[in-house]
C-alpha cells in the first residue's frame, strides 16, 4: 500500500504563498485519487482539493477557489498543495490523502473525506 508524507509547512504573512509537498511510497501515485485536506482552528476536518485517477478532473472547496491548485510530478512520485494569496483563516494542519479505488465522483470522495491512506500532516500558519 500506499505511503504519505507532507512536508513545506511553515509561518507565512497574509496574501503570501507557500507550496505543500506529499512524497508517496510503495505504490505509483498516478494509480490513486489524490485529496488535500485541513483541519483549522475551532472547525471541522475539510476537503481543500482533490483529484481524481485518469482525467485528473479536480474538485476545490469554495474558499480555496481560484487560490489554490493541485499538481503532482510522477517522476518524483509527489503531489503538491499550491497555495496563494493566503489568508489567515487557511491556517490549520493540512493533510494529504490517496485511494485507488474506481467510481466515486472527486466531489463525493472530498466532501465525505473517503480515502483510505493518509499523512500526518503538517502546519500551515498565516499571519502577519
Known amino acids: 500500500q500506499v505511503q504519505l508524507v507532507e512536508s513545506g509547512g511553515g509561518l507565512v504573512q497574509p496574501g503570501g504563498s507557500l507550496t505543500l509537498s506529499c512524497a508517496a511510497s510503495?505504490?505509483?501515485?498516478?494509480?490513486?485519487?489524490i485529496g488535500w485536506f485541513r483541519q483549522a482552528p475551532g472547525k471541522e476536518h475539510e476537503g481543500v482539493l482533490c483529484?481524481?485517477?485518469?482525467?485528473?478532473?479536480?474538485y476545490s472547496a469554495d474558499s480555496v477557489r481560484g487560490r489554490f491548485a493541485i499538481a503532482k510530478d510522477s517522476a518524483k512520485n509527489t503531489a503538491y498543495l499550491v497555495m496563494n494569496s493566503l489568508r489567515p483563516e487557511d491556517t490549520g494542519v493540512y493533510f494529504c490523502?490517496?485511494?485507488?479505488?474506481?467510481?466515486?465522483?472527486?466531489?463525493?470522495?472530498?466532501?465525505?473525506?473517503?480515502?483510505?491512506?493518509w499523512g500526518t500532516g503538517t502546519q500551515v500558519t498565516v499571519s502577519s
Open positions: 490523502a490517496a485511494d485507488s479505488k474506481m467510481g466515486p465522483a472527486v466531489q463525493e470522495m472530498c466532501t465525505a473525506r473517503g480515502y483510505a491512506h
Open positions: 483529484m481524481s485517477r485518469g482525467d485528473s478532473s479536480t
Open positions: 510503495g505504490s505509483n501515485l498516478e494509480d490513486y485519487t
